[in-house]
Nanobody, 125 residues
Framework: QVQLVESGGGLVQAGGSLRLSCVASGRTFSTDAVGWFRQAPGKEREFVAGISSAGRSTRYADSVKGRFTISRDNSKSTVYLLMNSLKPEDTAVYFC??????????????????WGQGTQVTVST
C-alpha cells in the first residue's frame, strides 16, 4: 500500500510563492511517475504538472507553464511543486498522485493509482 502525504499549502498573496511537497511511503518510489492535480470548489480535478519516474521528463498544464516547477528527490521519496507568481485562480486543493511502475506521467487522473489527501492553497488579491 502506498501512502502519499502533501504539505506546504497555505495562504499567500497574489504574486507570491509556495513550495508543495509530497512524501511517499510503502514502496520503491523511483519506479513511479508522479503528478500534481488541483481541484477548486465546484470544478473538476485538473492536471497541473507531472514528472517521470527518473525525473528527466516533466509536463505542465498551459495555465501554469513558466510559473510552476515540478521536481523530485528519489532518495527522499519526495516530489516538489514550486509555485511562483501565484494568481487567485490558482486557489484550490492540490493533490499528488502516483502511477505505479510507470515511466511517464500523464495528464489524465484515471491513469493514477494512489492519491494523497490534498493540501489547500489559497491566493488572495
Amino acid at each position: 500500500q502506498v501512502q502519499l502525504v502533501e504539505s506546504g499549502g497555505g495562504l499567500v498573496q497574489a504574486g507570491g510563492s509556495l513550495r508543495l511537497s509530497c512524501v511517499a511511503s510503502g514502496r520503491t518510489f523511483s519506479t513511479d511517475a508522479v503528478g500534481w492535480f488541483r481541484q477548486a470548489p465546484g470544478k473538476e480535478r485538473e492536471f497541473v504538472a507531472g514528472i517521470s519516474s527518473a525525473g528527466r521528463s516533466t509536463r505542465y498544464a498551459d495555465s501554469v507553464k513558466g510559473r510552476f516547477t515540478i521536481s523530485r528527490d528519489n532518495s527522499k521519496s519526495t516530489v516538489y511543486l514550486l509555485m511562483n507568481s501565484l494568481k487567485p485562480e490558482d486557489t484550490a486543493v492540490y493533490f499528488c498522485a502516483v502511477r505505479l511502475m510507470a515511466f511517464e506521467s500523464n495528464a489524465v487522473p484515471t491513469y493514477y493509482d494512489w492519491w494523497g489527501q490534498g493540501t489547500q492553497v489559497t491566493v488572495s488579491t
